[in-house]
């Protein structure tokens, strides 16, 4: 591996939403320093949002979280720097790295997409204007001349494991014995789901909504009366809302393989979602200038590849519906009627991506070959 070419690489991420890029830049660091046995130190502007993503074990324990404060002093350069989503590295350590008999490479890790034009900018090079550094642009992506996806090893042979025995062993730790229709619910503010909730808890299938905590509490709490402790499960009629604490990702993973079908936002939850193998929606963050919706697009452009026309226009209709701030019963109704089909699918899907490239691998012999 061309990852033995670097001891030290140093990410740097500022949060953005609360959860997204501090998740994708800690499974990031954990998987750079697994490949590349390099010493891996994470600064981040939020520590505090990793300490209920990282679990103590193993896969943490080649990674320094260290805190990216306004009076940020750089400490032994890194061979290998990489800027997540164009966080702006700070003055101090752009001067630091152009002061190195022999500078760092350097990586500006971008969001993920499905949009054409990301493969032509895909390890494209920038000089800086005015310090002998070059940044060069990474992108991960779901299709050839992309940096992949970020996939830990065994994680496919893991969720293959998980099952109907540890499906129903998942949900005893919260008290849950009840089979039922299990639904993720991770996404942002959703106030339109009410009269999807109204519909659950009148309808005739049983149906468990889990939700972490997080932005689309505010949205539930209408509905259940204020928002449950963590921990803590309530009845509307066929509905069951059990609230869940913000959990480590191994334990988020576990929840998207114990459930039916998932909803997901942003880029860390969108992935895992693929790896989980089942039917999902994707709540894409909300750009100003409405370029999340071109990203959107070119999903549903991608990911309906393989679908028949009409599977393909129930799911397509509910991801437009959800993202658009309409989604109601009916699209429910017709996206359930096929997860059969959708589930296939996304087996297919992500099995085809684990052919593919895996972004950690990729962007260590990326940043070789320019070193």
């Known amino acids: 591996m061309n990852g033995k070419l670097f001891n030290h690489i140093e990410i740097f991420c500022k949060v953005v939403d609360n959860f997204g890029d501090a998740g ?32 103590g ?19 032994t350069v890194g061979d290998l720097v990489i800027e997540a989503f164009a966080c702006g590295l700070p ?23 499905c949009e054409d034009w990301v493969a032509g900018c895909h390890g494209r090079a920038s000089p800086h204007p005015s310090l002998p550094l070059t940044c060069h ?8 001349n992309t940096g992949g996806l970020l996939r830990e090893a065994g994680l496919l042979e893991a969720q293959a494991a998980f099952t109907q025995d540890a499906r129903a062993r998942y949900w005893q730790q919260w008290g849950e014995e009840e089979a039922c229709v299990s639904v993720s619910l ?33 949205s539930l709490a209408r509905f259940c009366g ?22 480590t990702q ?20 969108w992935v895992r979602a693929h790896w989980a193998q089942r039917p999902f929606l994707w709540h894409a963050y909300v750009q100003e200038d409405q370029a999340h919706l071109a990203k959107l697009a070119a999903f549903h452009d991608w990911y309906g590849k393989g679908l028949t026309a009409k599977v393909r226009a129930a799911w397509q209709a509910a991801s437009s519906a959800w993202n658009a701030g309409a989604f109601s019963f009916a699209h429910w109704q017709a996206w359930r009627a096929h997860w059969p089909q959708l589930r296939e699918h996304a087996q297919q899907r992500a099995r085809a991506l684990a052919a593919g490239a895996e972004l950690a691998s990729c962007l260590l012999d990326f940043a070789a070959g320019v070193a």
């Open 186 to 218: 991770f996404s942002y503010e959703a106030p339109f789901l009410q009269d999807c909730l109204r519909a659950w808890a009148g309808g005739e299938e049983r149906l468990r909504l889990a939700v972490p905590q997080g932005r689309v509490w505010a």
């Open 24 to 55: 994708v830049c800690l499974r990031l660091a954990r998987e750079l320093h697994r490949r590349s046995q390099a010493a891996v130190t994470l600064w981040i502007d939020q520590p505090q949002t990793l300490a209920a993503m990282m679990d």
């Open 57 to 75: 074990t193993a896969a943490d324990a080649g990674v320094q979280v260290r805190p990216w404060t306004a009076t940020f002093v750089p400490e």
């Open 250 to 269: 191994a334990e988020y993973d576990r929840l998207l393989w114990a459930c039916d079908t998932n909803i997901v936002r942003g880029e860390d939850s």
């Open 137 to 144: 642009f990474f992108f991960p992506g779901f299709t050839e």
């Open 91 to 113: 003055g101090a350590q752009l001067q630091a790295m152009a002061a190195r008999g022999r500078a760092p490479v350097w990586v500006n890790l971008e969001y993920l997409s």
């Open 226 to 247: 204020g928002v449950l402790p963590a921990g803590t499960a309530r009845d509307f009629g066929a509905l069951r809302v059990l609230s869940l604490p913000f959990v």
